[in-house]
């Protein structure tokens, strides 16, 4: 079975980093390959995102699905 | 190792279903023992949500941990 793609976006907030590692710890990494992207540096990647739904980090997008995993910052002050 | 609690408090929301189903999916359940809470129909469990810092559902307290996954709807819509 291929693995369903995942990538959590990030920035450098206190609620980003909690979110971070209960991705990193829960997510069923057998099922899942996971990339994480931080959109304060890697601001090539906020159109990625904002097509994929991201309104804010930290969010998850996984297989056709966007989850928003509490609110840290909004995308437009990453930009 | 003993598994990590979670519980995922939902309502009827199309938003909660959604996210029920990616927890569902996803979430490694051979750290994590799942509980599914409907919050519209097990009033009960609502102060208990609450204070583990639930204010909207769909939400996962996993850990020590309290992650909405979105917005369906406020708890107070549920009281």
Redesign the interface.
């Known amino acids: 079975m291929s693995k369903?793609t995942?990538t959590f976006y990030r920035a450098g907030c206190p609620v980003c980093l909690?979110?971070e590692s209960?991705v990193n710890?829960?997510?069923?990494?057998?099922?899942?390959a996971l990339e994480v992207v931080h959109l304060g540096t890697a601001k090539q990647r906020l159109l990625e995102a904002e097509k994929a739904g991201v309104k804010s980090v930290p969010a998850l997008v996984?297989?056709n699905?966007?989850?928003?995993?509490?609110?840290g910052a909004p995308l437009s002050a990453l930009k």
Chains 1, 2 share one sequence.
Do not use: E, S
């Not at 710890?25 to 899942?32: G, P």
């Not at 699905?65 to 509490?70: F, I, K, V």
């Open positions: 369903t995942a909690d979110a209960a710890r829960y997510l069923d990494q057998t099922k899942v996984i297989g699905q966007t989850l928003h995993l509490n609110f």
